[in-house]
Each structure stands twice: as structure tokens, then as C-alpha cells.
T-cell receptor, first 118, second 111 residues
């Protein structure tokens, strides 16, 4: 199946710094990518929808100024956590749907990025 | 009321048992119903998807969707220790739409 990569796989940063996470679709183009956050022993919560060439759409309760999303190309979306705080420590996962020729466009998930803010 | 509800478990079964995992949902607009498996510290992987109501079988896995009851199920036959993971039900309104996940059920299959 299609491959979605994320970089870095884990990052530790100091409180107040900014962290950028990359999501790449390796063998297909993705006009839309989704960013999720998962706290320990909890499910994936959608943060925002990243659209190539336009502004991202944020879910209710997600601060757009804190979680900056840039869909720079058809294969790359970035999530920047600005002025990170310990409560932002989480597992961040991106996904991208790929046309499969069937009625369902399977969403392929990246391996995730574990962020720890000290 | 949450959009998607799922018993978080944990669920522990002996090897070879039949496992039943279930989810309920509230939004009748959902048309695509998926089951994902997630191992610890990994991204989720798609097991099966079903469009609208009905059953779908793939090897040891069977997915059922009852839209009238807003209830979906995943059955695992002849469960194996390698099936130990968290199982997430998920739903979407269209094939390109955002996916809404249930909270996940942690499953352990004991040898």
C-alpha cells in the first residue's frame, strides 16, 4: 500500500520553543492531509485538515495560532507547534487519503511523532 | 454524547477464542465504517472498511454494520497472540472526509 512518512519520529524540546513535524506522502499525491493527536491510552483526535494551496481547517477547540499547518506541496504537510508547553506533549499522527479506484479512498497513516515538552 | 462510543476494555481472551468488538455512533450521516488496528507507539493500520450497512469478511475478520441501529461490530475468529493490539472503530461521511475515531478497545490474546 501507499506510504506516509513522518519526521521526526520523536522529539524532546524545552518549554517555549517551537517544533516542526513533517508529513510526506511518498508515492502518491495528497491534496488533503489530516493531523491527529493521541494522548496516552486515548483515541486519535482530529486536530485539523490540511489543504494544499489553501488554509487549513481546524477542529473546534484547536488553536490555529498555536498549531500552524502548511501544506507546501502535494506530498508535504507540516505541523508546527509554537511555544510548546508540557501539556502539548503527545503523539501526533498525520494521514492522507489515496484514490484506490474503489468507492473508498483509504487513508494511510504515518508512523507518528512523539513530542515531549520539558 | 460522543459521536462514536466504544468499550475501552481491556479485553483479555485465550488463544483461539472468538472476539467481538463493538461501536455505536450518533451521526446518521456516516457512510463509511472502518476498523483500524494500532500497536503500541505506532500509527493505526486499516483492517477493513464497509460502505453503508452489511457484512464483510476477510480471512479471520468479519465486519458488520447496522445503520438502522447505528451499531458496528468486528469479529475475530481463531484469535492469535499477534492480534493483541488496540482496535479502533472509525467512520467518515464520504470517502475523502475526515475520519472520526472511537476511543479504541485494548485486546490481549493469551497463549
Amino acid at each position: 500500500g501507499a506510504v506516509v512518512s513522518q519526521h521526526p519520529s520523536w522529539v524532546i524540546c524545552k518549554s517555549g520553543t517551537s517544533v516542526k513535524i513533517e508529513c510526506r506522502s511518498l508515492d502518491f499525491q495528497a491534496t488533503t492531509m489530516f493531523w491527529y493527536r493521541q494522548f496516552p491510552k486515548q483515541s486519535l483526535m482530529l486536530m485539523a485538515t490540511s489543504n494544499e494551496g489553501s488554509k487549513a481547517t481546524y477542529e473546534q477547540g484547536v488553536e490555529k495560532d498555536k498549531f500552524l499547518i502548511n501544506h507546501a506541496s502535494l506530498t508535504l504537510s507540516t505541523l508546527t507547534v509554537t511555544s510548546a508547553h508540557p501539556e502539548d506533549s503527545s503523539f501526533y499522527i498525520c494521514s492522507a487519503p489515496q484514490p484506490s479506484g474503489s468507492s473508498y479512498n483509504e487513508q494511510f497513516f504515518g508512523p507518528g511523532t512523539r513530542l515531549t515538552v520539558l | 454524547q460522543k459521536e462514536v462510543e466504544q468499550d475501552p476494555g481491556p479485553l483479555s481472551v485465550p488463544e483461539g477464542a472468538i472476539v467481538s468488538l463493538n461501536c455505536t455512533y450518533s451521526n446518521s450521516a456516516f457512510q463509511y465504517f472502518m476498523w483500524y488496528r494500532q500497536y503500541s507507539r505506532k500509527g493505526p493500520e486499516l483492517l477493513m472498511y464497509t460502505y453503508s450497512s452489511g457484512n464483510k469478511e476477510d480471512g479471520r475478520f468479519t465486519a458488520q454494520v447496522d445503520k438502522s441501529s447505528k451499531y458496528i461490530s468486528l469479529f475475530i475468529r481463531d484469535s492469535q497472540p499477534s492480534d493483541s493490539a488496540t482496535y479502533l472503530c472509525a467512520m467518515a461521511k464520504t470517502s475523502y472526509d475526515k475520519v472520526i475515531f472511537g476511543p479504541g478497545t485494548s485486546l490481549s490474546v493469551i497463549p
